[in-house]
């Protein structure tokens, strides 16, 4: 298991969306975090996985998708054919988790599920022998830009604790408000794969110097 960034392309200029991702990618980011949303079981619209389709002909970084969607099973195919490497859906948004982490399995995808901020730990409690990572919610989702909600560093404190306790090495991702000033807590509390939207993306020329600042504490963790 390593730490790595996974920039978030929602914040990205969508005019300039290969440009954006190719100074990320330049600058050391390996990875691209995708939000699909689809106005229902969040209260906003994103993009569709034909974006992700078009920009993975540009990029060999590893793409990983967050689908924020009812009936999350239908996107499958859809994520594999678009080049996704990974998939996760909200526990939150299907009864039957057990049964879709097997569906992203089986067409050959890693597979993790996301909690909203006030979902408990508990919703993991039978699944997560077979998770590959866990991608915790650290603002409500729907909307970038938003403050990092600060109980979300126990959260993930006592997720990478209960893995521990059970001897999985699992990934646990965190997404929502993270910047530069709160990095260094999170690693310290035991989240390794990091979304960063806004702190990255906002302004052009920044693009790669922001992402190797992160990656100047990630990799030193």
Not at 16 to 30: I, M, P, V
Not at 78 to 98: M, N, Q, Y
Not at 102 to 128: C, F, K, Q, W, Y
Not at 206 to 219: A, H, K
């Amino acid at each position: 298991m390593k730490n790595r960034l996974s920039p978030s392309v929602l914040a990205a200029d969508f005019g300039a969306l290969r440009e954006d991702l190719y100074l990320a990618e330049e600058a050391g980011a390996e990875s691209f975090h995708f939000d699909i949303m689809d106005g229902h079981f969040v209260p906003n619209l994103s993009y569709g996985l034909s974006l992700v389709s078009a920009l993975r002909k540009n990029s060999k970084a590893f793409f990983d998708v967050h689908l924020m969607v009812d009936n999350p099973d239908f996107y499958f195919p859809l994520c594999k054919e678009a080049g996704a490497d990974r998939v996760s859906f909200h526990v939150e948004a299907t009864p039957h988790i057990d049964r879709s982490l097997h569906a992203i399995r089986e067409l050959g995808m890693e597979a993790g599920v996301a909690l909203n901020p006030a979902t408990p730990l508990s919703s993991l409690d039978e699944i997560l022998p077979i998770l590959s990572y866990v991608l915790l919610m650290s603002v409500n989702p729907g909307f970038g830009g938003q403050k990092f909600i600060p109980y979300s560093l126990d959260k993930v404190k006592r997720l990478r604790k209960l893995a521990e306790a059970r001897g999985f090495d699992l990934e646990i991702g965190i997404d929502g408000g993270v910047g530069l000033q709160n990095i260094r807590d999170i690693l310290d509390n035991g989240a390794n794969f990091i979304i960063a939207g806004s702190s990255v993306f906002s302004k052009k020329e920044e693009v790669g110097e922001s992402v190797r600042q992160f990656n100047r504490f990630i990799r030193k963790n």
